[in-house]
């Protein structure tokens, strides 16, 4: 489903959409429109805890001060800068 909007739509343009609409969670911008997103299957979810789980792993064994996430941009959020 592609969300209809008057012209093309800028990344900051989209960015700022997605910041007051809770659905922009699942949608994406291609080519100046916002267009759905498909729903996740099980074995895209099983992939991404495999993947946290060895993030935590690793965090854990190097002592890093560090949280993995599934469902943020960024995997990985460190709690303390490293040297």
Not at 3 to 17: E, F, H, M, N, S
Not at 44 to 53: A, E, P, Q, S, T
Not at 64 to 83: G, K, M, V
């Given at each position: ?18 910041a ?43 002592g ?20």
């Open positions: 489903m592609t969300i209809a909007v008057r012209g093309a739509l800028t990344v900051d343009d989209y960015l700022a959409w997605a007051v609409h809770p659905e922009a969670r699942r949608t994406e911008l291609i080519n100046g429109q916002i267009v759905s997103m498909s729903p996740e299957q099980l074995q895209h979810n099983r992939l991404k805890k495999r993947i946290v789980n060895a993030l935590e792993r690793e965090i854990e064994r190097t890093i001060e560090a949280e993995a996430f599934t469902e943020r941009r960024n995997a990985l959020r460190l709690l303390r800068p490293t040297r």
